[in-house]
């Protein structure tokens, strides 16, 4: 591969506010040499994730991300050439390989082991194996399934439901028969969850007042909320619990550009009066039911149940522009950042 | 019973700030006759706990107190007049009679039926009934290990440490094997809490840096946290957590006095990144299981591993004194009003 240049993202700065172009910097580089038990990829799809705001600033369940670094990612990539056993030229894996076009992995993976590279099966369509059947659709399926405890006939809320989790969520609740309830920012995210995925009722939390729509869609209370926000769209939610009720907090995300200066929750004495239970997850915790879960998602989308909706911007200089538009709230269901070369 | 003077104290307005005489009316009434299946009891003892103070204010599992009645408050009191098959002249039976000398009774109780009389049994030391094999004991015994899920060799953080509910619970705790630490206000607290009950450490939050002094104490994270606080010492208690922590909600009295300006919690995200659970609980929910739990507490009691800490004032004319003896820290163990003639 000498020759060749690598074009990557690298951390400058630690942003406090929106995230934006100014806290990367462009370089680029000769791609790298492997070494024994290495393999190189050329990235094709590169994932965006609200997490990876959190990892630019603070310590979570990583360290935060080094300065001077490449921009950490989920990503799909093919291997161009491996001295590894397990990868072959050719094979497509998906991986923590960052913002750039080439990456050197190994079984090392990211995160101390929490993300490992995995092939992608032939056949399986990319962008699907990075939202639906990849760590967007298992975080919902196991927060809804697993930490909200979901049952038939129980009354669902979701955050962040036009969102690339949320959006999976709503519809896994749905196909579970659950009445459903999303949050979403604008009238458009709202339409779509209700006219596209079918869900039962949507909150624009632009426009409306979370807590008096919720007391109107929910009368007798949330079973399970799904939160991917926190902030007041979670008071709203404490305050309007069923008895018994999970709270699966998946994220934090109203939190996560101003963090210093992060909305508190108010009502969390609620968990008291309505014996609530508020649990947070993360969806590593669960992946060795991991294949179990792709099954069973696949067969609901195969029947037309769940619509895995993806938003895709292109060309890896737009990195850091596609990251930014899930804090704006640009993106409808999974944001995707296409760099591959075909 | 006819010609006898009943002394109350009705909620004449509701607290938004500390509690205090000027809530209640002092009044005085003839002693009511009963109907068929009612008993007349005379108070002995009245139990002070921190919920009365949200009953006042705020609607909690029970509606708000209504304006102009006697206030609520759990009691042990003897039966001296019965038309009820259930209770005989000279039984002493607790119940929420209120702050009044004598009260009407029959079997629905208080709270909708969360809080029924009932005999207790003969030799059995009223104080004691009334706090570790009451509510109190029975809140610390459940909280802690059915809801908190304390295990041997864990580390047991609890808030209110010195208060009623939270000394039982860091014995309990002790029994178990826990290393226990407790937060509590002023050096004298602290100094009971470690040379008196034998807990491994003691955080004075009125002088220290509550989550400096846990990063000290608990350096491996905290595994179960018992809150009877809520607000910042749950943040610093958030921001300290082991992996797979449980917290259990058992109060949220740092708002208690300040209901609208009550502080917010902002690290519950805290809870994704230690995979922690945080859940609300009422004792009246495990009541069932009342009597081994009982018998389990009497056990340590008699073999000297738990100590019924409690703090008496006299009269019923102090009542409203005794209750905001809660708020402002002034008492060790479980504050109760004496009341009766003897």
């Not at 050329?42 to 080094?66: F, G, H, V």
Request: aromatic share 8%; charged share 25%; proline share 4%.
């Amino acid at each position: 591969m000498s020759g060749r240049t690598n074009r990557r993202w690298v951390l400058a700065t630690r942003p406090t506010g929106m995230v934006g172009r100014e806290h990367f910097e462009w370089t680029e580089e000769p791609v790298p040499e492997i070494a024994e038990g290495e393999f190189l990829v050329r990235n094709l799809w590169i994932s965006c994730d609200p997490a990876q705001r959190a990892w630019m600033e603070i310590d979570t369940y990583i360290p935060k991300l080094p300065l001077g670094e490449v921009m950490a990612a989920g990503c799909a990539a093919e291997v161009v050439e491996s001295k590894h056993p397990g990868f072959a030229k050719g094979d497509i894996v998906s991986g923590v390989f960052g913002w750039q076009d080439y990456a050197v992995a190994d079984d090392r993976g990211f995160g101390g082991g929490l993300f490992r590279p995995f092939k992608i099966p032939p056949g399986v369509d990319i962008p699907t194996a990075l939202s639906l059947f990849g760590i967007t659709g298992l975080t919902a399926y196991f927060g809804l399934l697993d930490v909200g405890e979901a049952k038939e006939g129980e009354t669902v809320l979701v955050s962040g439901a036009a969102g690339a989790v949320g959006s999976i969520a709503c519809q896994i609740a749905k196909v579970k028969g659950c009445r459903t309830v999303g949050v979403a920012g604008g009238a458009r995210k709202c339409e779509w969850l209700t006219n596209e995925l079918g869900i039962d009722g949507a909150i624009d939390y632009k426009e409306e007042k979370v807590g008096a729509r919720l007391r109107e869609l929910c009368p007798d209370g949330v079973d399970v909320f799904f939160d991917n926000v926190g902030g007041e769209i979670l008071d709203a939610a404490l305050a309007n619990l069923a008895m018994h009720a999970r709270i699966a907090i998946c994220g934090a995300v109203s939190g996560y550009s101003r963090y210093e200066d992060r909305p508190g929750i108010r009502n969390h004495h609620m968990l008291i009066v309505r014996r609530g239970t508020m649990r947070g997850f993360l969806v590593f915790d669960f992946m060795e039911r991991a294949m179990d879960a792709i099954a069973e998602l696949a067969g609901w989308a195969a029947e037309g149940k769940i619509k895995n909706q993806i938003d895709v911007v292109e060309g890896l200089e737009n990195a850091p522009d596609a990251l930014r538009r899930l804090f704006t709230g640009e993106n409808l269901g999974k944001q995707l950042l296409k760099v591959g070369p075909e």
